[in-house]
């Protein structure tokens, strides 16, 4: 599966966790439900059966073999006011870097280097796919800034692209727009061990990163599934949010500085490593998220924390969406600054999980549950953070806010407790597709937008009360992800794209968001797939304001262009 080898696995904590029971033989975590059965750690759920997979549809070695169209692409016209690559640009280009990247003109394929320019043109989720003919991989900011100054002189447009794990086609050109890639600016360039400031080139992946913090008792303050693929430039530049913005913030609140080149070649040195600076305008600001469209990120300066001693992961069985609501009051009451992560995931996506994923064992012998959550700790004394996530534990079942649950004994449970959360993106697409809507909401509206689509998706006639009818486009809807930081991933999957499930889901979804003040982006960027929408989440002074600053810094619009601004 494509999508497999893109986002390698990722590693979690340096240190095991601490045992807090004694394993039982047969046991894979050990089993934290209440033992009197009054309590329940078995529910029968007949409101919500076990939705299942047919074995033949989920044991399918790979995607399925629907093609991937442009059908979700707005409508958008090449503009003319790009110039064609030449033969000349390529000369030019290949003197530059000698050697470090790759060219095909004219259907024909000038080595530049051994690479092909095809995994450029395409995203992860084989959705959004380019016509790129040109990538261009240099090994300097003196060298981005001499590319970009050449293609703002001829009017080349420009995608700047990472480790291309993005979900919303932002980082893959639409036309034939040069991608440049940061994967051979790949050096740490400073660290301190005293103030944990790392300054590192945008290339960096982002798990070499903490793997080289993880030496130095730091940890970085991202993570995310793509750990093993992404790269830190990339991260800044969509603003990724991650598995641990509930502890660690956003990368608004790390990044002390950045190093950019704007289109006319100007670099931007702003790599600060302060953590305090009222000096005027944050102009960094603009870059962290900014999704390549004013400058290319190619150095970042981030403040990382010293990496956790103890790390204990607890996954849970909830029976509404209303205890799960309780169960993260509480966590956070009890458990305090040792919280740093509580993910919800809820009965389709762990039964789609389990579907195509058979390997990827039940964590619990109950259930299954309308809800789930994977509660982290992460802190620094083992005892203290055991002893706190056990009465929180014993209390949210007593009080039967919680199901079942089980905790993680040592690294390999941990990872597979996470793997529980993180596969689900992996598998969302398996059926033939997926249409991926990445929102904040308020907590309390937050499960009711999966409720609504799903009704409506079925009130349209196109998907059905079984997921194994094969009549309906939609295979199921899927609701998980960041509660801790109140953002939901919601995934229609399906069984191939569809006009008419599209037109059921959009604008449906983005007026359903504007209606509660919630954001049609909370962490994924609006890249192609959301750029008719961000009305729905900013004013229009606002947007006026952003179109001023994309003509203030790139005035001839080669920068990302057909992307949201
Ligand atoms: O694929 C998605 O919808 C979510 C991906 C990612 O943000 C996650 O939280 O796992
Ligand atoms: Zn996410």
Redesign the pocket.
Known sequence: MACRSRLAPAIRAASAPKLLRPAAATAATTPISNPTPSTGTVRCLSSTPARRIRTTQARRAGPAATKFTTDSYPEIKRDPKFAEITAEDVAYFKELLGGGGSAVLDGVTQELAADDVEPYNGDWMRKYRGHCKLVLKPGSTEEVSKILKYCNDRKLAVVPQGGNTG?VGGSVPVFDEIVVSTSRMNQVRFFDDVSGVLVVDAGVVLEVADQFLAEKGYIFPLD??AKGSCHVGGNVATNAGG?RLLRYGSLHGSVLGIEAVLPDGTILNDLSRLRKDNTGYDLKQLFIGGEGTIGMITAVSIHCPQRPKAVNVAFLGVDSYDKLLVAFREAKAQLGEILSAFEMMDSPSQELLHAVRPEAKRPLDSGPYPFYCLIETSGSNADHDAEKLGQFLEHVLEKEVVADGVLAQDETQLRALWAQR?G??EV?NHAGGVY?Y?VSLPLRDLYRLVDDTRQRLRDAGLAGASIDDESFPVVDVLGY??MGDSNL?L?VAVRRYDKAVERCLEPFVYEWIAGVQGSISA??GLGLAKKNYIGYSQTATKIGLMRQLKQLYDPNGIMNPYKYV
């Open positions: 979900l995310l599934g598995l993180e689900i993106p969302s991926k990445d992800g960041h991933h995934n962490e994924h």
